[in-house]
């Protein structure tokens, strides 16, 4: 935290944060899904753990709007998203439901444990080929859960992850 020094430098700095956590200085709470503009820019809050936000930041102008990017903060994690899990229980996770492309990952992930190896970091690309919460747009995913859009998919696996 460096909140309050920066609060005491600029006293009119606006500083956002996560609704159900205790941020010194916050001026602005904000929750899952919320949407809020700050200047020229949009930002949504979605899906992440109860007490954290991550920002989808979109520029709004007058021809349209931009790419956005996001800032996830700590969202993304190795075969999981939005919790403080361990790598082998997200893998066993995601090869219960999609064993033919995860199980091979999941053994990897089993094989450098035995060896007392690391299971981290990751890279995108790994992520994005084996971490189902990166795959929700995939139409076999919807499939499997007898979805038609990605938000839907990732609502029903998240809730899967939080049973699991």
Not at 1 to 25: C, H, M, Q, T, V
Request: glycine residues 10%.
């Amino acid at each position: 935290g460096g909140n309050l020094y920066l609060k005491s430098a600029i006293p009119s700095l606006e500083i956002i944060g996560p609704k159900y956590e205790e941020i010194p200085g916050l001026t602005k709470a904000v929750e899952d899904g919320e949407t809020f503009t700050f200047e020229s820019l949009k930002f949504t809050s979605p899906c992440h753990t109860s007490g954290h936000v991550a920002y989808f930041v979109e520029e709004v102008d007058h021809e349209g709007k931009q790419p956005g990017v996001p800032f996830s903060g700590d969202t993304l994690f190795v075969g999981g998203c939005g919790g403080f899990w361990y790598t082998q229980s997200n893998y066993r996770f995601l090869a219960r439901i999609d064993e033919e492309s995860r199980g091979e990952k999941y053994e990897e992930i089993i094989s450098l444990r035995s060896r007392i190896r690391p299971t981290v970091p990751s890279t995108i690309d790994s992520e994005m080929r084996f971490n189902l919460f990166m795959r929700c747009h995939d139409l076999k995913l919807q499939s499997i859960f007898g979805t038609s859009t990605a938000v839907d998919t990732m609502r029903q696996l998240r809730e899967l992850k939080n049973q699991f």
